[in-house]
């Protein structure tokens, strides 16, 4: 298919809506994962003031997805693109902020108890450079509308795992299960874009193809990596 049939089948003033009411569910399913735990540990002595850091960073990119898909539906493009200016500092800040917190949780202990120091991680360190990779393609396509919201989608829904892992309906599961459900989850939420481009136009675009890809592979991956006995020994000397 020609660079042209896509932008004619997948052209960026299409499906606002859509992309909008996906921004509106990632919101819902972060908050729901992480606002009780959040709100149960504000009472003294509280969280680190690194840990209200990365939060808010991470609280600030589901927020401004959610004003850049507004955004479009508005046709506002002019700001748009401004606040896409923005969205490239708050990526400075969440990359070495979400390491660190990263390394800070694990060496105090702040581990879930359906994950390993080892596994944590892993999977975080993965996520973020992942997360990053899908932003730098989707910044990098962002004169190609149908490219840069599809990666833009795939960049932020990869980003809900911790969230939804941490949802309370898992935790019935029993910690054995909570993982292998999450992880059905999140590539659930990341296959409604594909299906709903093959219910719309009977064809999925092929920014899918990268972005649920990189979702999908993402997960055997922590595991490959958190098997390592040099990436275990450094998550437990961190551990103490």
Not at 3 to 29: C, E, H, K, N, W
Not at 129 to 141: I, K, N, Q, S, T
Not at 172 to 186: D, K, R, T
């Amino acid at each position: 298919m020609t660079t042209i049939d896509i932008q004619q089948r997948f052209g960026p003033g299409s499906d606002r809506r859509f992309f909008l009411a996906m921004a509106l569910l990632i919101a819902l399913v972060v908050a729901a994962g992480f606002g009780p735990s959040y709100a149960a540990s504000l009472p003294p002595p509280g969280l680190p003031f690194w840990v209200h850091l990365h939060g808010a960073a991470m609280s600030g990119w589901i927020v401004l997805f959610g004003v850049q898909a507004w955004l479009i539906g508005q046709r506002n493009i002019r700001l748009h693109r401004t606040l896409g200016w923005l969205s490239i500092g708050l990526v400075v800040v969440i990359i070495p902020l979400g390491v660190a917190t990263n390394f800070l949780a694990i060496k105090r202990g702040a581990v879930p108890p359906f994950f390993r120091p080892v596994d944590m991680m892993a999977a975080d360190l993965l996520d973020v450079a992942l997360f990053a990779g899908l932003f730098a393609a989707a910044v990098l396509m962002r004169r190609q509308g149908d490219w840069h919201k599809r990666l833009m989608l795939c960049a932020t829904v990869l980003l809900t795992w911790p969230a939804v892992a941490r949802l309370i309906p898992l935790r019935a599961l029993g910690i054995p299960h909570i993982i292998p459900a999450s992880i059905l989850i999140v590539i659930a939420l990341a296959l409604i874009g594909p299906l709903y481009d093959l219910v719309t136009r009977r064809r999925i675009h092929p920014a899918y193809l990268w972005g649920v890809g990189v979702i999908v592979l993402s997960h055997p991956i922590h595991a490959l990596i958190a098997s390592q006995p040099a990436i275990e020994a450094w998550a437990n000397s961190l551990a103490g």
